[in-house]
């Protein structure tokens, strides 16, 4: 009799406990609204007038969008190793894709926006954030992705302090068009790429165009002029999340990019 009560309670416990861990990690899961740019920037900044100092509003929204990443409900999921987080896998998905905007905006920062040509130094707290947001995103110790992230937020913030500070020439971001076009290069790419990922869903028969009909042109491995290419089921809300991700951060990178080159 004891024997049973006491696997009834064990059985309500495990009940409630996975009950609990399904709630918290649907919460969890819930991705972060947008947010005005423009309004926050106002509501945030310290200095007057931040739309007028070039690079201010970008560099802000990436700090935002980083920060984001981190202390959205959860906290940062992509490394959990334990529960519920580590059940969870559409939150890192698109975690990740928001990640990799801030990694390609990081770059783009650091070889073209703080650089006025090819002949120019790079800006020292840029190149020191770019590779610290280059960290492997399920890195849980020694570092943690979210330490590291963090510095690198810490980076930028010295960095856009530095734009602000009008007696200081040594940190620059420039709003040229070719600065701007690069950055775009890599927008494209990326896009593309979660274009032909979320089309191969149901599966289809594509051509292959990879040497853009070239004939001088080479590839390292021969490949079928024709093939099926189809995402397995298991991958397909990941890459559905992670697009998701990716095109949220890029939507507010976009907003921050009109009021720089307006």
């Given at each position: 009799m004891r024997q049973s009560i006491n696997s009834k309670r064990i059985a309500i416990v495990a009940v409630v406990l996975v009950l609990l861990f399904w709630l918290i990690g649907w919460y969890w899961s819930l991705s972060p609204d947008t947010f005005d740019v423009r309004q926050r920037l106002k509501q945030n900044s310290p200095v007057e007038n931040p739309t007028n100092i070039a690079g201010y509003t970008l560099t802000t929204t990436m700090i935002d969008v980083s920060e984001t990443l981190l202390n959205k409900p959860g906290g940062?999921?992509?490394?959990?190793?334990?529960?519920?987080g580590i059940f969870l896998d559409n939150m890192p998905a698109w975690e990740f894709g928001a990640l990799e905007m801030v990694r390609d905006l990081a770059l783009s920062m650091r070889k073209d926006f703080s650089r006025s040509q090819s002949q120019s130094i790079e800006n020292p707290y840029l190149t020191k954030a770019h590779p610290k947001f280059n960290m492997?995103?399920?890195?849980?110790?020694l570092p943690s992705s979210e330490s590291s992230y963090s510095d690198g937020i810490e980076l930028l913030k010295k960095?856009?302090?530095?734009?602000?500070?009008?007696?200081n020439t040594d940190s620059q971001f420039y709003t040229r068009a070719d600065n701007l076009r690069e950055w775009l290069k890599q927008v494209e790419k990326r896009l593309g790429s979660y274009s032909q990922r979320l089309s191969a869903s149901v599966g289809s028969a594509r051509l292959n165009t990879d040497l853009a009909g070239d004939s001088n042109a080479k590839q390292s491995s021969p490949v079928a002029s024709q093939r099926v290419v189809k995402t397995s089921w298991w991958k397909l809300d990941d890459?559905?999340?992670?697009?998701?991700?990716?095109?949220?951060?890029?939507?507010?990178?976009?907003k921050a990019v009109e009021i720089e080159f307006y």
């Open positions: 940062y999921l992509s490394n959990d190793v334990t529960p519920p492997d995103h399920k890195s849980w110790a960095y856009r302090d530095e734009l602000a500070n009008t007696r890459n559905f999340y992670e697009a998701r991700g990716a095109t949220w951060a890029l939507l507010l990178f976009l």
